[in-house]
């Protein structure tokens, strides 16, 4: 059974935490214009924000699974914040760089800590869970830039003071808590083997949490064509709007925000749905649906076919965010923090290394090619989906 009050708690230091790297996008044309970085300059702080961090993630991971480590969650929103405040009060590029680079790597702190948090406060609902915690970081996304012209529209370059305020509070609140989550998080565990042991279940507990490195190497493999198909997604969506389909700029940016605003809708009914129905069974429905969700998009030629789809493509490419979380967790069940990190974590990687490789592609071959090719790696995506083996079994047949 969910302890709703933590799994809120999660979700909204997730919140905190995400709101920092979604803001950035919206505040790069004021380092431009109010700082007179170059474009280049710029992108090469997005470059900071995710590269690095989703490198050591696993490995923030890796150390949550040796041990209770709640204060990392504190750690990390204070460091997220803190250091993006700090960009509203310097003007030299590389203390920017540098303060936008301890962000991301103060985010690859709070990640894996925190999943493995909800993983621990949502047993027998982990779908639901995870979903949850991840609606916080949609949000954060998804009202991150907004909130980031308001400040500085109104308040200048020092409203960014903000997000330092913020963060301070929201991690002061973290260790107060930090007790009482780890004591909500040991009754959970300890009501799931009690349910476990009055079932009729006769778990193995030294099998039943055997990592199976084989099985995480192919979901592993399906997150990497996922995530490319994603960032690719969000990348050309509104240019492939406005160029291959004459649209406007303001009827081609909307595509992404309707996305994003039915992705939190999504991503509930997608934890609810893997609950009843299985992990595998969402990551395969979503990825097959998506091939011809994006087939219509690319190939269809009308602005009007492109909207039709935008919602049914929003499910097919959120609906299965916690499954490939709590698969992750169930195939490394020795070690939940660094599967989390993994699994978190390679979707910013991926789209830090296809980002360029796609738009290379476009420049060679043009914005609908781009769009084809997203049909190809998607349709590879579902084809691998159906290589997921199911979790091991312990020798009385139990998964």
């Given at each position: 059974m969910m302890n709703k009050k933590y799994l809120y708690l999660l979700a909204a230091g997730h919140l905190s935490n995400d709101i920092n790297a979604g803001s950035l996008p919206a505040l790069l044309p004021f380092f431009v214009n109010l700082y007179g970085m170059d474009y280049t300059a710029a992108a090469g702080l997005m470059f900071a924000s995710s590269f690095l961090s989703s490198i050591i993630q696993p490995l923030f991971g890796w150390l949550a699974d040796k041990g209770p480590r709640q204060w990392f969650m504190a750690l990390g929103i204070f460091f997220t914040g803190t250091s993006l405040a700090l960009t509203g009060f310097v003007t030299n590029y590389w203390l920017i760089f540098t303060a936008i680079t301890i962000m991301g790597i103060a985010s690859a702190i709070f990640h894996p800590e925190a999943a493995r948090c909800v993983n621990g406060v949502s047993q027998g609902n982990r779908g639901k869970g995870i979903s949850i915690f991840s609606v916080g970081g949609n949000a954060g996304f998804g009202f991150g830039p907004l909130l980031a012209v308001f400040l500085v529209t109104t308040f200048g370059m020092h409203g960014l003071a903000f997000y330092g305020i913020s963060a301070i509070c929201m991690s002061f609140l973290f260790l107060l808590a930090s007790p009482h989550l780890r004591r909500a998080i040991e009754e959970s565990t300890k009501r799931a083997e009690k349910l476990a042991s009055t079932d009729g279940s006769r778990i193995q507990n030294k099998r039943f949490e055997e990592n199976d490195w084989y099985a995480f190497g192919r979901l592993f493999a399906v997150?990497?064509?996922?995530?490319?198909?994603?960032?690719?997604?969000?990348?050309?969506?509104?240019?492939?709007?406005?160029?291959?389909?004459?649209?406007?700029?303001?009827?081609?940016?909307?595509?992404?925000?309707?996305?994003?605003?039915?992705?939190?809708?999504?991503?509930?009914?997608?934890?609810?749905?893997?609950?009843?129905?299985?992990?595998?069974?969402?990551?395969?429905?979503?990825?097959?649906?998506?091939?011809?969700?994006?087939a219509v998009v690319a190939f269809s030629g009308s602005i009007y076919a492109v909207y039709t789809m935008l919602i049914p493509l929003s499910i097919a490419i959120l609906a299965p965010y916690s499954s490939f979380v709590v698969l992750g967790q169930e195939y490394l069940a020795r070690n939940v923090g660094f599967a989390s990190g993994v699994t978190l974590g390679i979707s910013m990687t991926v789209g830090g290394i296809t980002a360029p490789m796609l738009g290379r592609f476009a420049d060679i071959y043009g914005i609908t090619a781009v769009m084809a090719l997203l049909v190809l790696l998607s349709a590879i995506c579902a084809g691998a989906t159906f290589l997921l083996p199911s979790k091991k079994m312990d020798i009385n047949g139990v998964k």
């Open positions: 997150i990497l064509f996922r995530a490319a198909v994603y960032t690719g997604f969000s990348s050309f969506l509104p240019l492939f709007c406005i160029r291959a389909l004459g649209t406007s700029e303001a009827t081609g940016s909307l595509t992404l925000s309707i996305v994003s605003i039915a992705g939190v809708a999504a991503t509930l009914v997608g934890g609810w749905f893997a609950d009843h129905y299985g992990y595998r069974k969402t990551l395969r429905i979503c990825n097959v649906l998506l091939v011809p969700f994006l």
